[in-house]
């Protein structure tokens, strides 16, 4: 299967990014591909680095005008498109939500992140409920989409239950960053700690794992930090953890990358991880902390 991968950055002008967007994605598919995954909150800025009530005025309901702008272009270009939109679900109720759309342009599934960071710049708690929609696979014409968001991508027993309910893909639309203060060695051990953990879930999984990072450097409107650079560095790793590609840290780029998702049947074979598992024993999985 060929899949697209979107490493965007972002300005103010949420109509203008919609539009590169459906640029790079008609390129992706005259490239051939038959899957297009983009950034987490693709519409805009990664508005997390404050909090202020006002920009709860970004999010839409699903379906919604994105799921409308997007699925009529899946429609046209036959493709299916993993977009992560600002959802409002009720009055007071958001939540950060990836949706699958398919290629006649109908919603195939969502995905609620379950995982929330708060960290400085990352105040995502102040916005976002977390998911209630489990850890689903969503079934497409393409395969089943193991899709997670950003924060998500540091636990493994969220891919893991993914791979257990039968993904064949495990995707990470995301935006992570540096901060400027940290010093570059800093810099250097949380990027390869990001594709290191991914790398880890593909191989404890047997399967691919799609991730498509923003880039950029994006301002705080707050002036209490430097903002934060974007470190991109998209990638697609096959299910032993091999790096299919690595995209740059410091540039838009668009690219179609071919996965072969019987790969995945051989290795597990090899590698009969699931097999082995102790089920009997891990009852302490469920526990906040084991003393």
């Not at 404050?50 to 799921?67: K, R, V």
């Not at 992140?113 to 969503?138: N, Q, R, S, V």
């Not at 690595?246 to 990358?257: G, L, S, T």
Request: aromatic letters at 10%; one cysteine or more.
């Amino acid at each position: 299967m060929k899949i697209g991968l979107i490493q965007q950055s972002n300005s103010s002008d949420i109509a203008a990014n919609i539009t590169k967007l459906q640029q790079n994605i008609r390129r992706c598919v005259a490239e051939g591909a038959e899957l297009v995954v983009l950034q987490e909150l693709h519409n805009g800025l990664y508005f997390c680095q404050t909090e202020d009530t006002e920009l709860f005025n970004q999010a839409e309901p699903i379906p919604g005008p994105s799921t409308e702008t997007f699925g009529q272009l899946a429609k046209e270009l036959g493709v299916v498109l993993v977009l992560s939109l600002f959802e409002k679900r009720a009055p007071g109720l958001y939540h950060n939500t990836a949706v699958v759309l398919e290629k006649d342009g109908s919603i195939a599934g969502k995905y609620r992140k379950m995982h929330i960071p708060d960290d400085p710049a990352y105040y995502e708690k102040f916005y976002f409920t977390p998911g209630d929609l489990g850890f689903e696979p969503i079934q497409t014409s393409v395969g089943k989409l193991g899709v997670l968001v950003c924060w998500d991508q540091w636990y493994p027993e969220a891919a893991r239950l993914m791979a257990m309910r039968g993904a064949e893909l495990l995707i990470y639309p995301t935006a992570i960053g540096w901060e400027s203060s940290d010093t570059p060695e800093e810099k250097e051990r949380q990027l390869n700690a990001w594709v290191t953990v991914q790398r880890g879930h593909a191989v404890a999984n047997g399967l691919p794992v799609i991730t498509v990072n923003r880039t950029g450097h994006e301002p705080d409107p707050s002036g209490q930090t430097n903002g934060i650079q974007f470190w991109g560095n998209s990638f697609v790793a096959g299910p032993q953890g091999e790096l299919l590609t690595v995209f740059p840290n410091d540039k838009e780029e668009i690219r179609v990358i071919e996965v072969d998702k019987e790969r995945s049947e051989n290795v597990r074979r090899w590698w009969p991880f699931f097999r082995d598992r102790r089920i009997d024993a891990f009852d302490g999985l469920t526990e906040r902390f084991l003393l």
